[in-house]
């Protein structure tokens, strides 16, 4: 009854914020005066032309823009008399100027049919400010343009993902992709360790006015060298402006303690362009309590095992990323990018373990101390040489990337023997290191408007090694004393050539693009534990991919897709450190794993125009060799848990997203998937998992006056499905009211997180044919947090990039990375 309550109450606040916030709109939006409609066509055919630029403008300037549908329809409204110029721009047709004159005679006005004609005649001194649809959608990706939407203005680019279609952001700010946490995320093209291990912090940290696109790439096409699961999100930031100075500062504190600070510039000098965005973070995680619970099917002595413990955390992080160009002449550029992270965090806990034999007497006890700290940090480099030529987009780009990303581990453990269990002390520490070289050609010529090519090459150099020592205290000597038979290093190098070429046929209405990747790898490499094992392997793949589109009328459109791509494990999966810090829980990684291949289809239907949004995704994924987390148990009663290439995946699902605008204070975005999935292991242990899962988000956001909006969201996620077991459902919820004042270049945001409890409890089991268990964690959630955010100068002009850069997207991350998926983008 008691979740029944607290459910119950919170779908009444949910609805009550809904008809508070509708009736606040209804009561105080005032009546629109003046309705213009008409249809944008093309003066020789007669067709609608889809996404035109409408301008509309005074002697003061432009006062509004929009763009017409995919028909070429438009409409929008006017609230005083006057007379206006309303101007019509699209690429290839004759710029068309109609004045129109209100008074209060009429308040709703047709223009009818506005014809345009294939010119390059110029009409006067009008000045038109171009502006993009806010959606749009391409043969393999959907794009958000921020810098058609108004909020881009004064928000970051994490917040603005909630308005992006197949993204949502949950209320501790992790983000997915068709309700998966295993993606790609480039800025520019460019991946780094930094955003892959951190991407909510990083994008947090990046002002969304500095963001042209935000683009959702749910079938990755030849050029990129692998995919995520779920896809890849490619931020693409401004380019072509004029000279001047922008700059951000921002600060934040919440309830916990911790707080950050940044500080965004830009610039622009004649030929010369940079920025840098720097970022200060420091975080405290409140105790967090833990549970669990197992029963082990081999023994009589050690039947039943219980533990009982809690941890906290605390840490501090920093980050540079910087970009610069530099225009040798119109034809030929020089650009340049470097990403910097670095940070440490310390983890202390405590637990309590409990062994009982059949009969429930206890047989032995025990107390778990632990002292952990991390270290970590990444370095990435790219510097590419762009050459254009007449032809409109045609390129040649030669580029080099370089990223370094180091990482320290050290555990210190105090076990307190209480009942026939041994006492001792015990350090780990582990170095490790992933080094990878990029070096790329590509070319791209849009041969007609119908028919495109493109082909490249590339090479990869990666570089991963990992020393690992453990000491034990030797009481009688009093020190540490390293132990010779536990050692775990790795030394590993894997060499990666693929060349790749793609076609894209565009008609009228369908688009067709097809590719195909070979891929040339190689692995060498050492493993030292108690003997060197040195292992080799090589793999050739031909990688396929092709899309097939059509546009429908009224903004609808259809897809259908196939790609086979690759995911090879990161060095957080190949790494053989054996963590013992729990000595009943232990993990460690697995040198010899191979690359995952998997086969995806995909059909999406689409509409979109101003006021509303709608995207159905229906996939179909399948895999015989996926890299899977296995847990056996030993008679001893240590549980082990490493990766092994046994994992057979069915994936079956449905994806809606849908967006509406209510006038133009209120508005709904909702992402909402179902999925059936099938997991069996092909490797003889016998195991296999399958059923039904759901995700939902919701957001509501309300611009309450001027400058200040209110929103809230939240989600539900149902149990997720693993090969040995299952998690808990969970949801969340979060409040946030936004101000901005001076014209906006002041900022103030307050949210809570999870305001409806203090803590949530998510649980797991996990089993076989020798154990169960089942874990509880309760964490305590609800947080308070101020923003703010101040804004100088004004940026005409930011810096020109190669409009084709290295993409890394094949590496399949473990560990604790923040996406899911390794650094990585993949041309």
Not at 164 to 191: A, C, H, R, T, W
Not at 439 to 459: N, R, S
Not at 550 to 558: I, R
Request: proline share 3%.
């Amino acid at each position: 009854m008691k979740k029944i309550s607290q459910s119950l109450k919170r779908t009444i606040f949910f609805v009550a914020v809904f008809f508070c916030s509708f009736s606040l709109f209804s009561n105080n939006y005032p009546p629109l005066d003046f309705e213009i409609k008409g249809v944008v066509s093309d003066s020789v055919s007669g067709d609608g032309i889809s996404y035109v630029t409408i301008s509309i403008q005074t002697e003061k300037g432009v006062i509004k823009r929009l763009a017409s549908d995919a028909s070429g329809k438009f409409s929008f409204s006017l609230d005083s008399v006057g007379t206006y110029d309303v101007i019509f721009h699209s690429i290839g047709y004759q710029m068309q100027v109609k004045q129109i004159k209100l008074n209060k005679s009429a308040t709703k006005i047709d223009l009818g049919t506005i014809p345009l004609k294939h010119s390059v005649e110029q009409i006067g001194e009008v000045t038109v400010a171009v502006q993009k649809p806010l959606i749009r959608t391409e043969p393999d990706k959907i794009v958000y343009s921020l810098e058609t939407d108004p909020e881009s203005k004064t928000s970051n680019v994490l917040e603005m993902l909630r308005k992006v279609p197949l993204l949502s952001v949950d209320g501790e700010d992790n983000i997915q992709m068709k309700g998966s946490s295993n993606f790609k995320i480039l800025i520019n093209g460019k991946s780094s360790a930094m955003v892959s291990q951190n991407p909510k912090e990083v994008l947090r940290s990046l002002p969304a006015s500095s963001v042209k696109d935000i683009e959702v790439i749910t079938d990755p096409s030849s050029k990129y060298e692998a995919e995520g699961t779920a896809g890849i999100i490619n931020i693409i930031t401004n380019k072509n402006q004029i000279e001047g100075f922008l700059a951000r500062g921002s600060g934040s504190v919440d309830s916990r303690g911790g707080y950050s600070g940044g500080l965004y510039a830009t610039s622009k000098i004649n030929k010369f362009g940079f920025s840098l965005n720097y970022n200060y973070n420091k975080y405290l995680q409140p105790k967090s309590e833990s549970e669990s619970y197992r029963e082990n099917y081999q023994s009589t002595t050690n039947r039943y095992t219980e533990t009982e413990g809690y941890n906290k955390s605390t840490g501090r992080y920093n980050f540079l990323m910087g970009e610069a160009s530099y225009e040798i002449d119109t034809l030929n550029l020089i650009s340049l990018s470097f990403f910097g992270y670095g940070g440490d965090f310390s983890s202390p806990g405590y637990s309590l373990t409990n062994d009982y034999d059949t009969d429930r007497i206890l047989t032995r006890q025990f107390e778990n101390t632990i002292k952990s700290s991390n270290g970590f940090g990444s370095l990435s480099g790219n510097i590419d040489y762009q050459r254009t030529f007449d032809k409109p987009d045609k390129t040649f780009t030669v580029s080099y990337r370089l990223d370094n990303s180091p990482r320290n581990t050290d555990y210190k453990n105090v076990i307190n023997g209480i009942l026939d269990y041994p006492s001792y002390q015990q350090k780990t520490t582990n170095d490790a290191v992933g080094r990878e070289h990029t070096f790329q050609l590509d070319y791209y010529d849009p041969i007609t408007k119908v028919h495109q090519i493109e082909t490249g090459i590339k090479y990869i150099l990666r570089q991963n090694k990992s020393n690992s020592d453990i000491f034990r205290f030797n009481e009688d000597t009093d020190e540490w004393e390293r132990d010779l038979t536990r050692n775990n290093d790795l030394d590993y190098d894997q060499h990666v050539v693929g060349i790749y070429g793609g076609y894209v046929l565009k008609l009228k209405k369908i688009n067709i693009k097809t590719g195909l990747r070979a891929e040339i790898t190689k692995n060498d490499g050492v493993f030292t534990s108690t003997s060197d094992t040195t292992f080799t392997n090589r793999m050739f793949n031909l990688i396929p991919y092709v899309t097939l589109s059509k546009n429908l009328k009224n903004g609808q459109n259809v897809k259908l897709s196939y790609t086979q791509r690759l995911s090879r494990p990161g060095i957080w999966y190949l790494n053989p450190f054996y963590n013992d810090s729990d000595p009943l829980n232990v993990r460690y990684g697995n040198p010899k794993l191979d690359s995952e291949i998997r086969h995806t289809f995909n059909f999406t239907y689409g509409k979109f125009s101003p006021k509303f949004n709608f995207n159905l995704n229906l996939s179909s994924a399948f895999e015989n060799n996926s890299i899977t987390s296995i847990t056996t148990l030993q008679p001893d009663g240590v549980s082990v848990t490493t990766y092994e290439n046994i994992g057979k995946y069915q994936d079956y699902s449905g994806y809606i997203y849908g967006m509406v605008k209510v006038g133009k204070k209120l508005s709904f975005n909702s992402n909402i998937g179902a999925y059936y999935t099938i997991l069996e292991s092909n490797g003889g242990q016998n195991l296999s998992n399958e059923g039904f899962r759901y995700r939902g988000t919701l957001s509501m956001r309300y611009n309450v006056w001027e400058n200040g909006t209110f929103s809230i969201y939240g989600g539900m996620y149902s149990p997720s499905i693993m090969l040995q077991g299952e998690s808990s459902s969970y949801n969340y919820s979060n409040v946030a009211f936004s101000q901005s004042f001076f014209d906006k270049k002041l900022r103030v945001n307050f949210s809570v997180s999870d305001p409806f409890r203090e803590r949530m409890e998510f649980s797991s089991t996990l089993q076989d044919d020798t154990f169960y268990r089942k874990s509880k964690n309760y964490n305590y959630n609800r947080t308070f947090r101020v923003y703010i955010s101040y804004q100088i100068g004004q940026m005409k002009e930011q810096i020109k990039k190669a409009r084709r850069s290295i993409k890394n997207t094949d590496l399949k991350s473990g560990g604790d990375s923040g996406q899911g998926a390794s650094t990585g983008g993949g041309q």
